[in-house]
């Protein structure tokens, strides 16, 4: 394990802000986040970057930056503890009094951090940041805010659900987290590791949390489709994301449905979806569908997951510029599919 720091001594002040990011075989990203982030830094705010044990060319990387930047401080793990874990390592490592759980392939706009410290004064115990979504090399614009809030909000603990219906499923992005450090430890975490969103069990357990701030400017370019997770998008959207949300005692159905259908993988449209994309074959039918099932209905599943996924591409996309047309990152996903044609491709000039 190597850090660097400027608190060697301990006689300076502790930070404002710790910018903790996890990040695992991303050395051709994390260069450009750096990049977008170190340029904004200021005194009060540090940078920790917890490394799971990338065997790819991480390290190498995190040497030059170290080189250039003394100041970060970047932990080298013998062995990968899971997203869950390796978050909870750099808040564990942060010195700050808030943390930012950033993320190791997306962007900050520039002020980002300026525009977080001037929320993080005390009044608050989390931070929202929203986000703009861009394609892979943020050539496109997918959507220009995840939170379609025109105007900054502010809830308090009485407003808990509605601030877990209203911003719930946009935690889902854990880049957009900015929470005090104390708040993070003085909850359990222990019990979602495994989840991949141990931050949302953070925030939505019990008690509620008090001051919370959503910062509706984006301040995050999102590098959409290149989530380490990809190959698992069924069972996370489809299962682990959803028995998530619906675990949380103090929050009523109506709420949680309004975050995730409790089973969303028996809607036929996001099954077609995810054949279309590649995500649902016979594999997940069997995997994850079958035992719970029976009849027609297990023989409908089963039809979708043998369905030709070059006709489902095409006509997902079809559907998405005739019937759809705000669903640009459905129709970008369905256009980087291995599944799609010239035809579908074809469609995305449309969006």
């Not at 608050?124 to 496109?140: G, K, M, P, Q, Y």
């Amino acid at each position: 394990m190597n850090s660097n720091s400027n608190y060697l001594n301990g006689n300076m002040d502790l930070p404002k802000l710790s910018i903790c990011i996890s990040t695992y075989n991303r050395g051709q990203f994390i260069g450009e986040t750096l990049d977008s982030i170190l340029g904004q830094m200021v005194s009060d705010v540090e940078l920790v970057i917890v490394d799971g044990a990338s065997p790819d060319n991480t390290p190498e990387v995190m040497a030059q930056y170290l080189l250039r930047y003394p100041e970060i401080r970047y932990f080298r793990e013998q062995e990968n503890s899971g997203v869950d874990g390796d978050y909870d390592k750099a808040v564990g490592y942060a010195r700050g009094k808030y943390c930012w759980l950033m993320t190791d392939d997306d962007l900050l706009y520039p002020k980002a951090i300026s525009r977080v410290l001037e929320s993080i004064n005390g009044a608050f115990d989390l931070v929202v940041v929203n986000s703009e979504i861009r394609n892979i090399d943020f050539s496109r614009v997918l959507k220009t805010r995840f939170l379609k809030f025109a105007s900054d909000r502010e809830y308090t603990a009485k407003d808990g659900e509605k601030f877990f219906s209203e911003v719930g499923n946009c935690l889902s992005f854990i880049g957009g987290v900015v929470i005090k450090r104390n708040l993070w430890h003085e909850r359990d975490r222990s019990s979602y590791y495994g989840t991949l969103f141990i931050h949302v069990g953070v925030i939505f357990q019990h008690p509620p949390i008090n001051r919370v701030k959503v910062i509706a400017d984006p301040l995050i370019i999102i590098r959409y489709g290149n989530a380490m997770w990809t190959s698992r998008g069924f069972e996370i959207w489809m299962f682990k994301w959803p028995q998530l949300i619906w675990s949380f005692p103090d929050f009523s159905d109506q709420s949680k449905s309004v975050v995730c259908s409790k089973e969303p993988w028996r809607l036929i449209k996001k099954l077609i979806l995810y054949r279309a994309t590649g995500g649902y074959a016979m594999s997940e039918y069997h995997h994850f569908i079958e035992d719970k099932t029976k009849g027609l209905s297990r023989g409908m599943y089963m039809a979708i997951a043998m369905f030709p996924a070059t006709i489902a591409n095409f006509l997902a996309s079809l559907y998405c510029v005739c019937m759809n047309r705000n669903a640009r990152s459905g129709l970008y996903e369905l256009s980087r599919s291995r599944h799609a044609t010239w035809a579908s491709r074809f469609l995305t000039r449309f969006l």
